[in-house]
Structures are given as C-alpha cells and as structure tokens.
C-alpha cells in the first residue's frame, strides 16, 4: 500500500462519498434503478469505468458501499471472490438463488453476512428509509459480476449490453457495438448449476446479529477500560488473543467489531498490516503519530502500515467500529 498518501487522503467520509448510479447492467431495470454504489478502496468490480474509485491503493481487499432508496433491488449474482457486507442503516432482505425463491433472511443495522462464491445473491431494502450497505469484496482482483440469466434480459429491454472486457454499452447513445469487442455471453445453466440452492438455514449460517456478538474484553485491544472486542470473520488468530470468528472459515481478511465508552481510549500502537476502520455508530477519534482525525458514522479510513495509532471516543453514547485488516490472522498489535 502506498506510504505517501496523506492522512486525509486516507479517510473517506461518508458525506463526501461520490455515487454511481449505472455501475451496473441493472441500473435501469425497473426496481433496481435507483441504486447508487460506491467504490471506496479498490477498484471493485463496477462495469462502468466512470465510477469514482476514492482509495486506488491495494489492500488485499476491495471495500465498497450500496446505497438504496426503500424497494430498491440489487439484482441476483455472484463473485468469485467473498462477498461482506455490513449493514449501517436500513433493513435489507438477503435472497438467494438464481431467481432470489430459494431464501431469504432479513438484517438490520450492524448486521454481517460473508456470502461464498458459489451462491446467488441479490438485497432489497426493505425499510421505510434509504438505506446504507458496506461491502468487502476478497482480494484486489475481485473479477467481474456473474449475473444471473434474466438480469441480461432486462438491461437488453433498457438499451444496456454487457461486452465481455466487463464494460456496458449503452445502445441508447450508440447503436453500433464497439469493433472487435463482442457482448459477455449470457450467463449458461452450466454457470448456474455451478451455484449451490441454499435456504433460510445456510443464509442463517452465513451471517451474524449484532446482538448475537460475542463481546469479549480478552483481546490485545480490548484489555483497556470500557473496550470491547468481537471476532466476526477468520479463524482465531492467538497473536491478536483472538478467538474464532462467528463466521470463522478464511477470507483473506479478518473483520472484528469493537465498541467504545464515552471517554474510553485504546492506547498507541503499531500494526504490521493494512487496517481499514469503518464507525458504525458514535464518534470515534484516531490519533495517528500526533494527528487527529475525528470520524463520524459512515466514515471509513485506512491507517497507514506501521504507524502509530490510538482509538478515542470522545463522544457522550458508545462508539462502535468495525475493522477490516489483511490476512486472516493478522500480527500482534505492538502497544508503545
Ligand atoms: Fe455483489
């Protein structure tokens, strides 16, 4: 990751987050044309090659964001890498399989679901407000969306074609398809049949309430007045006095939550790998080296490797962060 990005380079806020609203082949299929999706590190796997990557550094990750008014859909597909989301607001029904009937499960706020490769999957937002989802897409290479089937349809109704280097051609500005680039074949029942139907039970293995947290005050982090640590993804990590994850299988990346009383600090100390700190709730200071950065919900910021820093909440409620770090059993946090 690159050293010499400044500090405020490093912090994405939420305010200032820069949508795009055709990311995707579905951003004009009825249901789904509203949504905005945001790339914050990495270039994720957006087919529009306008979108705003706001972070470009590699972290081992991608860490995006949807965004999407009440009944909006995000149409069924799949990665090839893991898929995590959070869910800062709203609540958001999870469907699964190729026409979204094989499941369904409904989070709310703080909420995770790890969904694999080999499942299709799509998220309305159920509720009665916009709604705000973080994502972490596996490695810095995610690949492209394998959509399902009908999704091709659809976007053909609307004048949108998916052309096999991952753009979209859109035939209402252009009649003619690019030469020598031809249109991504329509998703095969090979590639479907590849995908695993799994109902409520597995979306239920797959995912966490934040109220089932196992909040534990063991952790390296946690082992200071008024913290609280989680383990949410990766196996455990005995260097950090982490315990399994509730979803403890590797991503190639461990997630942990960690809550904060007012006044609460975690002192300085030093990691040896990319840590990108989302506030879930509240207001959470890092000081890195003698800087102050003050976040706010939705914000997202990206410490620098090998640099010191301390967790704050300067605030009157409790703060809640989750933390995406490279690796699924990151170093010990080194303490000053
Ligand atoms: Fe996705």
Redesign the pocket.
Known sequence: MDSSMKLIERLVRYKELKPCTTAFIDTRSPGSDKKENFTIIGPG?AENPDQHVHIRSPHGFNIGG?RQPPHCT?SQ???LTN?VFVVHSGTWAFRSGVDATDGEIILNRGDVIS?PTDIF?GFENIGQSSGFLY?V?GEDDPGR?LWAPQVFDLAADHGLVLMEDGSLFDKRVNETLPAGLSPMPKTTPEQVAAHRVVDINVLKEISIRSRNFNWLNTTALSLYDGIEEAALLGPASPAELIPDGHLNWRHGFAMRALKMEPGSRVPAHIRHEEEVIFVQQGKFNIEVEDHILELDPGDTFTTPIGSSRAFVNPGHEVCTIYITRRYDQPAAPEFL
Do not use: I
Request: proline residues 0%.
């Open positions: 796997v949807a995000n597909h799949s990665h898929e969904l999957r994502a897409l969306v």
